[in-house]
């Protein structure tokens, strides 16, 4: 079973940036497509972007196209969520998490990172 710790999270002023990591721990890592989920105050999770295990295939939803770029190395266990020109609206808690692609999460989750970002 692989466990999750997600960091890198912060306040941020509108039109910054933050890298987000996740880090995991397990043996089926590098065989596993990985996601990122976020989940503001008063809202569901929502699915943010998502790669494959060989890190050549990713998805995004819609809103952040353009300004988040997810990777991983397989080598260290970790995934990353390098956000660009972040928005009030990317306000919210985010987690990682196993995924069936594109967007489908299908783990347990850790205890996410909150990303705030102010005006």
């Known amino acids: 079973q692989m466990q999750l710790i997600e960091s890198g999270g912060g306040l941020v002023q509108a039109g910054g940036s933050l890298r987000l990591s996740c880090r995991i721990s397990?043996?089926?890592?590098?065989?596993?497509?990985m996601g990122w989920f976020r989940q503001a105050p008063g809202k569901e999770r929502e699915f943010v972007a998502s790669v494959d295990w060989s890190g050549t295939d990713t998805y995004y939803r819609d809103s952040v196209k353009g300004r988040f770029t997810i990777s991983r190395e397989n080598a260290k266990n970790v995934v990353y969520l390098q956000m660009n020109s972040l928005k009030l609206e990317d306000t919210a808690v985010y987690y990682c998490?196993?995924?069936?692609?594109?967007?489908?999460?299908?783990?347990?989750w850790g205890q996410g990172a909150q990303v705030t970002v102010s005006s």
């Open positions: 397990g043996r089926t890592f590098s065989a596993s497509a």
């Open positions: 998490n196993t995924v069936r692609l594109p967007s489908n999460a299908i783990g347990s």
